[in-house]
């Protein structure tokens, strides 16, 4: 089986300025987690919660701003591909994520879940700020 979290958000603020929230390492750690990320592909990176003791190793796949960003996402029991497509209509920016690669509908997969959205919250306060 392979699963996928799939959330959907929209900001009312230019498609540069989401992409940027996506791409840059400080910004990112706003509402992610610290990281040490470069949008170019084959850029191997973490993303760290030394709270959670939680390392996530990524690779970037695809860069095509400011449209798609897709990395590799793997800590843990979690292997999979995070995909971030952007569109921009009326002034409103569209995000939608999905996370694929999941086994099962466990407790990686349902965190996930719950997590991308408590992050989206937070990206939304961090948009608000820049």
Not at 67 to 74: D, E, H, Q
Request: glycine residues 6%.
């Amino acid at each position: 089986m392979n699963l996928t979290v799939s959330q959907d958000f929209n900001f009312k603020s230019p498609i540069n300025k989401v992409w940027n929230a996506l791409t840059d390492s400080d910004t990112l750690a706003k509402w992610i987690m610290e990281n040490n990320f470069k949008p170019i592909v084959g850029h191997k990176c973490q993303f760290r919660n030394e709270q959670w003791n939680l390392i996530v190793d990524c690779e970037v796949l695809v860069v095509d701003e400011p449209y798609k960003l897709s990395y590799t996402w793997v800590g843990g029991p979690i292997n999979t591909i995070v995909t971030w497509t952007l569109k921009q209509e009326d002034g409103t920016t569209y995000l939608h994520l999905e996370q694929t690669g999941f086994e099962k509908e466990d407790q990686a997969f349902n965190g996930a879940k719950y997590g991308w959205a408590e992050m989206g919250e937070e990206l939304k306060k961090v948009l608000e700020e820049m």
